[in-house]
């Protein structure tokens, strides 16, 4: 088993509204640099309902991340990662990319677990290495954490 990547954040934004920024907002903390798209992205979209897609608009073009597995809004959000080894799309391989919103006194707990990494196989423990570098997960929340203030 791979260790999870986990980065834990923190906004005065309520656990509803941290959700909700999170989901509609993805857009505007996530990387330009991070995309599979031949084209500039000109967005980035998590359909918020059960098997939702979650994927990003480059030109007239539609590149697939993964899926909505499971939400609560408020609470918690369970994406499927269908990115590869080489962060191409992987309809048939993916893993999991869990966002829970904790009350935290005025403010709450942003925690991001990426987990299921075995699954890269061989690549695993490079994927994951790229995943928790400083460029990788921490980069995306510390903005999230950021732009959410």
């Given at each position: 088993?791979?260790?999870?990547?986990?980065?834990?954040?923190?906004?005065?934004?309520?656990?509803?509204?941290?959700?909700?920024?999170?989901?509609?907002?993805?857009?505007?903390?996530?990387?330009?640099?991070?995309?599979?798209?031949?084209?500039?992205?000109?967005?980035?979209?998590?359909?918020?309902?059960?098997?939702?897609?979650?994927?990003?608009?480059?030109?007239?073009?539609?590149?697939?991340?993964?899926?909505?597995l499971e939400f609560e809004t408020g609470k918690s959000l369970l994406l499927a990662w269908h990115l590869d080894a080489k962060w191409e799309?992987?309809?048939?391989n993916y893993t999991e990319v869990l966002v829970t919103f904790e009350p935290e006194g005025a403010g709450t707990l942003v925690r991001l677990?990426?987990?299921?990494?075995?699954?890269?196989?061989?690549?695993?423990?490079?994927?994951?290495?790229?995943?928790?570098?400083?460029?990788?997960?921490?980069?995306?929340?510390?903005?999230?954490?950021?732009?959410?203030?």
């Amino acid at each position: 088993m791979i260790e999870p990547v986990v980065v834990e954040n923190r906004t005065k934004k309520s656990p509803e509204d941290a959700f909700r920024f999170f989901v509609e907002e993805i857009h505007s903390f996530w990387p330009m640099g991070h995309s599979i798209g031949e084209e500039p992205r000109t967005d980035l979209i998590i359909e918020l309902k059960k098997d939702g897609r979650f994927y990003e608009v480059c030109g007239s073009t539609e590149c697939d991340w993964g899926r909505v597995l499971e939400f609560e809004t408020g609470k918690s959000l369970l994406l499927a990662w269908h990115l590869d080894a080489k962060w191409e799309f992987d309809p048939e391989n993916y893993t999991e990319v869990l966002v829970t919103f904790e009350p935290e006194g005025a403010g709450t707990l942003v925690r991001l677990e990426h987990s299921k990494l075995e699954r890269y196989g061989d690549a695993a423990n490079d994927v994951r290495a790229s995943l928790a570098a400083a460029t990788g997960w921490p980069d995306i929340m510390g903005t999230f954490e950021k732009r959410a203030a």
